[in-house]
């Protein structure tokens, strides 16, 4: 199974919105709504974002948004803000029952 | 507030053996599935495995498949890695996740584990 394909890196300015895609197969991310995100600051555990394809947890803001088009999934932060600097990745479930992750995106605030 | 708390990891050599745990708290452990997640040093996530609330499914990353074995006691609410035949490119920070509608909700600190010689 290929991890799934994300941009090395996204920047932004403070207030600006980013987008960061998620591009996998009719066998994950196309086949399923069950692509969720990460974030990632250093030296920390992952924490999602976003979960089948555009749902918030409690507790996460309104500025960060799912969407999925075929086999692309994507991110969005709007209102960029410095504590969104940080390690981005997808994941997708598989029609084997396994998951995949992407490969991961840098956030930076310019 | 749930918890997971990993321990077990460890410097082991190629070809050696490992367990991992994973002591779950703040929820009621035997109605979860459970997974486990890896991380190479500077590098991205890799899912691992993951079990069936009740132990009866289990599924894995090809690259561990044969060698690893995810097992789970609800009794005690741990979660358990068992590595055999380690290799070098096993080498990483292993993550407990709480497993919930398709997504990891709850992860733990992790554990490291470095297989070298």
């Known amino acids: 199974q290929s991890a799934l394909t994300q941009p090395a890196s996204v920047s932004g300015s403070p207030g600006q919105s980013i987008t960061i895609s998620c591009t996998g197969t009719s066998s994950d991310v196309g086949g399923y709504n069950y692509v969720s995100w990460y974030q990632q600051h250093p030296g920390k555990a992952p924490k999602v974002m976003i979960y089948a394809v555009s749902n918030r947890p409690s507790g996460i803001s309104d500025r960060f948004s799912g969407s999925k088009s075929g086999n692309t999934a994507s991110l969005t932060i709007s209102g960029l803000q410095a504590e969104d600097e940080a390690d981005y990745y997808c994941?997708?479930?598989?029609?084997?029952?396994?998951?995949?992750f992407g490969t991961g995106t840098k956030v930076t605030v310019l | 507030e749930v918890q997971l708390v990993e321990s077990g990891g460890d410097l082991v050599q190629p070809g050696e053996s490992l367990r991992l745990s994973c002591a779950a708290s703040g929820f009621t452990f035997s109605n979860y599935w459970m997974s486990w997640v890896r991380q190479a040093p500077g590098k991205g996530l890799e899912w691992v495995a993951k079990i069936k609330e009740d132990g009866s499914k289990k599924y894995y990353v090809d690259s561990v498949r044969g060698r690893f074995t995810i097992s789970r006691d609800n009794a005690n609410n741990l979660l358990y890695l068992q590595m055999n035949s380690l290799r070098a490119e096993d080498s990483a920070l292993y993550y407990c996740?709480?497993?919930?509608?398709?997504?990891?909700?709850?992860w733990g600190q992790g554990t490291l584990v470095t297989v070298s010689s």
């Open positions: 994941t997708s479930y598989t029609s084997s029952g396994s998951y995949v």
């Open positions: 996740a709480k497993y919930d509608s398709y997504h990891f909700d709850q």
